[in-house]
């Protein structure tokens, strides 16, 4: 990649409107019409202040839209061998749905056991143990299906033979029976 001569510099296009942080701004694109010509007309916390919404108007059109910015803190997964990885919720599903193969659940219900299993990784602030993940799946797998809950659980709890089923699930029915 060589120097470009003041000519080339010059025939390219302006340099994009720098904001306060140095980086270049982006405006955002009304929903209604795709125009970039849209202004925040109103700005406040929200969310005990961990997000700030935004009360927009396109200039174009004059459409009217609320945006909402929230930090974008990725949950990071402490493993067994204590390696960190990203929290991928596909993870999760590909487990969930190895688990439930051929099993009567509605794919509602699966989305809803997702949803319930991140918002109790979430909860256990940025970084979240996969056994802390991995109990939340047999909660969830209790809860919908004794056959899929022993599926996972064989896996997740490294089982090595029949004893190991006939304790789970007399732990599983106990635990429907209280």
């Known amino acids: 990649m ?24 982006e405006n955002m694109l009304c929903p209604f019409c795709a125009s970039d010509e849209t202004r925040v007309i109103d700005s406040r916390p929200v969310d005990s202040g961990s997000a700030i919404r935004r009360r927009r108007v396109c200039e174009a059109c004059g459409f009217r839209f609320t945006t909402y910015e ?3 803190v ?3 997964v402490r493993k067994r ?3 960190l990885e990203p929290f991928e919720i596909d993870k999760v599903r590909k487990g969930l749905e ?5 099993r009567p659940v509605d794919e509602k219900v699966r989305e809803q056991m997702l949803r319930a299993i991140r918002v ?8 979240v143990t996969s056994d802390d ?12 299906d004794q056959v899929a809950y022993l599926r996972f659980a064989s896996v997740y709890k490294e089982f090595e033979g029949t004893g190991d089923f006939e304790r789970e699930l007399a732990e599983l029915q106990r ?3 209280a």
């Open 2 to 25: 060589g120097l470009r001569s003041s000519r080339e510099m010059s025939s390219s296009s302006p340099p994009a409107e720098l904001g306060r942080s140095g980086y270049p701004v």
């Open 70 to 72: 929230r930090a974008d």
């Open 74 to 76: 990725p949950l990071i």
């Open 81 to 83: 061998d204590a390696r």
């Open 98 to 102: 190895h688990a439930l193969a051929d």
């Open 120 to 127: 109790d990784a979430e909860g256990h602030g940025r970084l």
């Open 133 to 144: 993940i991995g109990r939340a799946v047999l909660e969830q797998l209790a809860a919908v």
């Open 175 to 177: 635990r429907g029976d």
